[in-house]
């Protein structure tokens, strides 16, 4: 797989340039090389070549090249690659563009002010060559929302071969009609999921007294494929990574670190599953059923993850409300706002790491939270007075908007979404320029 199509674009370089030169990959479906920005009439530069602004003609040309990628199978626009005469051409040699940073940024604007929809999954980044300018490299995924128009245009473009062309009627016809039936396979694949997740409750002490959460992440198209996620008896090393530390950080305050469980951060114990891998964290107490002083060693609680072939990716907890033989009947296992915010943590953290294993830096996922209450109402406590209550969750199941996740720097600007949301569904305001999480060391490595 060419390593500018797969990698991580905080991982490439004036390497991947070079590579991509000796391997003589051709332009194609996926690739795009420009020597450089030029006006339409005599191939005249473009005056950001000699230091002025982007002219329209460039930003009509590469919004068109970007356009026909993401309606067709997603790729790369190389700048500042000159072409070989071959048919179909090849990368031949580096012609650094000017000011390539100030033109990625531009760039970035231009495509966010002239395709519509926005594009879910888009980069636009410099690679320098030289100190006085270099290359950019745009990179789309192919995009679920297609068939994407120029605004200015008022046309939808796809890639034919090594050419971006104008779609016919019938083909955005069909764009539209895929894109219909690739929500109904993400519906049918949330359901799926929410129908295994009842499931655990079944496996608890009293599954009609119970908490449960699910945080769900499924690749919106089936283009994240991994061979096996558990092999020689323990889980690919490229996942098996300890829990992510997150940080609460206040005004005034120093950052506090985030404890899911009241006292450490999950180990998972893993085990394959079908087509995945499965890990648990257990709590057993035994229980006195009736007065005969017959026991049960059924789970308390189960925390769990899980991660597939596929891509899907599933972080739960299903907990029975009171603790066996309390004194006080009424009183709850102890969760707080903590626990839901670390699994989200730990959940983007592993789509990053699987989508990297798979090759698909760029994948767009969708993520579902569900919290699920059987019986009573649920009371969330405070992560440092632990009798003092955040909020409730009341019976039957809360549903959180689903979220959506493609470039890997807007994740924790994602996890302060849910952050806000979270503390919103418990009846509290939170400002987030006041209070906000971060995950350490991102992106991960």
């Not at 356009?67 to 650094?96: E, F, H, M, R, Y």
């Not at 087509?275 to 709590?283: A, L, Q, T």
């Not at 405070?382 to 409730?392: A, I, K, L």
Request: with cysteine; net charge negative; hydrophobic share 35%.
């Amino acid at each position: 797989m060419i390593s500018i199509l797969s990698k991580p674009r905080e991982q490439i370089g004036i390497d991947d340039i070079h590579e991509l030169i000796r391997s003589g990959i051709p332009e194609g479906e996926q690739i795009e090389y420009k020597r450089e920005l030029s006006r339409k009439t005599g191939n005249v530069e473009d005056d950001w070549m000699t230091g002025g602004s982007i002219g329209e003609n460039s930003k009509e040309r590469l919004t068109r090249q970007v356009i026909a990628l993401a309606n067709t199978s997603g790729g790369i626009v190389v700048l500042g690659i000159d072409q070989s005469q071959d048919k179909p051409p090849v990368a031949a040699c580096i012609v650094p563009v000017p000011r390539c940073a100030d033109l990625a940024d531009t760039l970035t604007s231009v495509f966010l002010g002239r395709i519509e929809p926005l594009l879910p999954s888009l980069e636009v980044f410099p690679i320098k060559s030289d100190e006085e300018g270099g290359l950019v490299v745009i990179r789309v995924d192919k995009s679920r929302q297609a068939p994407h128009r120029d605004i200015a245009t008022r046309e939808c473009y796809v890639r034919r071969n090594d050419q971006s062309r104008k779609m016919t009627m019938r083909e955005i016809q069909d764009a539209t009609l895929n894109a219909a039936r690739g929500l109904e396979r993400l519906e049918r694949m949330f359901a799926r999921r929410d129908s295994l997740f009842q499931e655990e409750f079944n496996s608890l002490v009293n599954p009609v007294d119970a908490f449960g959460i699910r945080l769900s992440a499924i690749p919106v198209r089936d283009n994240v494929w991994i061979e096996r996620v558990f092999h020689q008896r323990r889980i690919i090393p490229s996942l098996d990574k300890p829990w992510t530390d997150v940080f609460e950080h206040q005004e005034g305050f120093e950052p506090r670190k985030l404890l899911p469980t009241g006292m450490h951060n999950p180990s998972f114990p893993w085990r394959p599953v079908l087509r995945g891998v499965r890990g648990e964290e257990i709590e057993k107490r035994f229980r006195v059923l009736s007065k005969t002083e017959h026991k049960s060693d059924l789970p308390q609680s189960i925390l769990y993850n899980e991660i597939y072939c596929d891509g899907i990716i599933e972080l739960g907890l299903v907990v029975h409300n009171s603790y066996p033989n309390s004194y006080d009947e009424n009183f709850k296992m102890f969760i707080t706002p903590d626990l839901p915010l670390s699994m989200f943590a730990n959940l983007i953290t592993q789509l990053h790491h699987v989508r990297i294993l798979a090759g698909s830096p760029m994948a767009e996922y969708a993520v579902e939270v569900i919290a699920s209450v059987k019986g009573a109402h649920r009371t969330i406590g405070h992560p440092d007075y632990h009798f003092e209550p955040v909020g409730t969750i009341p019976s039957g199941t809360l549903e959180f908007p689903r979220y959506s996740f493609a470039d890997v720097y807007d994740f924790p600007d994602m996890l302060n979404l849910f952050f806000r949301d979270l503390y919103n569904a418990l009846g509290r305001d939170l400002d987030i320029e006041q209070r906000w999480l971060s995950i350490e060391d991102w992106p991960p490595a």
